[in-house]
């Protein structure tokens, strides 16, 4: 038997397990940045908000970045009290961590209701973005958000 018969694939299983190591050990932690819906009260009652509560990470990718909002009204009726642009984007304060939440309160007057006649339902789109590079996240769309009118 050739003592190199033995040695050799021991020193490549040994290559190998090492380069993983490295690889798996070197991420890049500035990546793109992930955004999850934890919580979202619904529906929404008369004189409330709207509270959605996120959880976000990615390191430094949204370190002083922005949260947008996007509202799509579904209801098939016209808007009878127009109360706000459909996107918004909010400016988020430095974060330490790599991970952290995000807290939002949407009042129902004078943003949510925008009916006298009928409930509104909404579904909203949320993404952060990088203020750096511009680097977002996937989009996180709710459900149908109703909103109470009385």
Do not use: H
Not at 50 to 56: A, P, T
Not at 70 to 90: H, P, W
Not at 92 to 108: A, D, K, M, V
């Amino acid at each position: 038997m050739k003592p190199f018969s033995f040695l050799l694939p021991s020193l490549l299983l040994a290559l190998i397990v090492t380069t993983l190591v490295v690889v798996s050990c070197n991420k890049n932690n500035g990546g793109k940045p992930t955004l999850s819906l934890e919580s979202i009260s619904n529906p929404v009652l008369v004189n409330d908000s709207m509270r959605v509560l996120f959880k976000f990470s990615g390191g430094g990718a949204i370190t002083n970045g922005y949260l947008w909002s996007i509202r799509n009204r579904i209801n098939q009726l016209q808007v009878t009290n127009q109360s706000g642009g459909d996107t918004v984007q909010f400016n988020l304060p430095s974060f330490t961590g790599n991970s952290g939440e995000i807290y939002l309160s949407f009042p129902w007057q004078g943003y949510l209701n925008e009916t006298a006649t009928q409930n509104d339902t909404d579904i909203f789109k949320f993404y952060v973005q990088n203020a750096a590079d511009s680097t977002t996240s996937d989009t996180v769309t709710t459900g149908k958000i109703v909103v109470l009118y009385q």
